[in-house]
């Protein structure tokens, strides 16, 4: 069935002149193949295709525009827990001062905002360095 595939690319390529029938037809056998060779890789299906044919095909623009959307989402969903995260530092680091006003110790700082030891000193230093 490859080689056939093949063998009509090659066809397909050399005989049709008319460059959106041509396209069309690629596109079609490249269908084909995913649908009924479903065990080929991309790397496979391109081997078949000269790489510029298969870039202009319908499939491989969808998957690539699909292939888009999903990192833009992704990476705004990253974005968005960032932020949330570093706000959520922010606020503890910044209720740190106050807490030790009231009489808590570093250690018990540290415990209930869920932060190093180490991390509370800093923030104490840094709040009491002019």
């Known amino acids: 069935a490859i080689a056939q595939a093949q063998d009509l690319i090659q066809r397909t390529t050399e005989e049709i002149d008319n460059e959106p029938q041509k396209r069309e037809l690629l596109q079609l056998i490249e269908t084909i193949l995913v649908y009924k060779l479903p065990k080929l890789s991309r790397t496979e299906i391109e081997a078949m295709f000269s790489l510029s044919d298969l870039r202009q095909t319908k499939v491989y623009q969808e998957a690539l525009a699909e292939g888009r959307l999903e990192g833009i989402q992704e990476g705004?969903?990253?974005?968005?827990?960032?932020?949330?995260?570093?706000?959520?530092?922010?606020?503890k680091l910044k209720s740190i001062p106050r807490l030790l006003a009231l009489g808590l110790t570093v250690e018990q700082v540290a415990q209930a905002l869920e932060l190093e030891v180490e991390l509370v000193k800093q923030v104490l230093e840094q709040s009491t360095d002019p």
Do not use: D, N, P, S
């Not at 705004?76 to 959520?88: D, K, N, P, T, V």
């Open 76 to 91: 705004r969903l990253e974005g968005i827990q960032a932020g949330r995260l570093e706000g959520e530092i922010q606020g």
